[in-house]
């Protein structure tokens, strides 16, 4: 079993839509929680990041952590066509804290 | 753009060979990590590197190393590639040692086995 599950879509909605992407893990040891955007043919870029449990907001995105669940969410609102992109999970602050554990991604495609 | 170059782009070599990735750091950045991402998978997580001394690595063979140069440029070196080597390897530098610390990835360099 992966430490961290992601389910990897595709996922395809119309434009404006809101999107809900999640992540689950099993390492109670995770602190530390992140959303990466991954266009094709290019390295992720961290979009959001959230210490421990609790919502954080940016502009469209929100993401969530349940530590009593180990259940992680990322919300976009008003989706855009240029919000088409492999979103990642990761999650740090186990054995080695700057170590970066992803889910496996997913597809997603905001059709306008 | 993130200011974190990796050359080569692509890369094809055959089984058994030694390969050699190079990643310069944004200007500043002690600390570089490495991943490898099969197609269609999350990173994983190879080995970081703080101030030229390796301080953490995932569960890779001793065949993958690497060197962390005082300039902020990195190598990763594969010795006998194998097939299951194919993937897209990307390097992330960060200014600092914590969880807090930003990782700001490059784009990757795909690596190809046949």
């Known amino acids: 079993q992966k430490e961290v599950e992601q389910d990897p879509g595709p996922l395809s909605v119309p434009e404006g839509a809101i999107v809900s992407l999640n992540c689950t893990y099993s390492?109670?040891?995770?602190?530390?929680f992140m959303w990466y955007r991954q266009y094709s043919r290019k390295g992720p870029e961290l979009l959001m990041y959230?210490?421990?449990?609790g919502n954080k907001e940016d502009g469209r995105f929100t993401a969530q952590v349940d530590k009593s669940s180990k259940y992680i969410s990322l919300f976009i609102r008003d989706s855009q066509p240029s919000d088409s992109a492999t979103y990642l999970c990761?999650?740090?602050?186990?054995?080695?804290?700057?170590?970066?554990?992803f889910g496996s991604g997913t597809q997603l495609t905001v059709l306008p | 753009e993130t200011g974190v170059t990796q050359s080569p782009t692509h890369l094809i070599k055959t089984r058994g060979q030694q390969v050699t990735l190079r990643c310069s750091s944004q200007?500043?950045?002690?600390?570089v990590s490495w991943y490898q991402q099969a197609l269609g998978q999350g990173p994983q997580f190879i080995f970081q590197?703080?101030?030229?001394?390796?301080?953490g690595r995932g569960n890779f063979p001793p065949r993958f190393s690497g060197l962390q140069f005082p300039n902020y440029s990195s190598e990763l070196n594969v010795n006998a590639l194998e097939l299951d080597d194919s993937a897209l390897y990307l390097c992330?530098?960060?200014?600092?040692?914590?969880?807090?610390?930003?990782?700001?990835f490059g784009p990757g360099t795909r690596l190809t086995v046949l």
């Open positions: 959230t210490y421990s449990s």
């Open positions: 390492n109670s040891a995770f602190q530390y």
């Open positions: 990761a999650m740090s602050g186990g054995g080695s804290a700057r170590q970066l554990t």
């Open positions: 992330a530098s960060s200014s600092g040692q914590t969880p807090t610390d930003t990782q700001y």
């Open positions: 200007s500043g950045h002690n600390t």
């Open positions: 590197y703080y101030r030229e001394e390796e301080n």
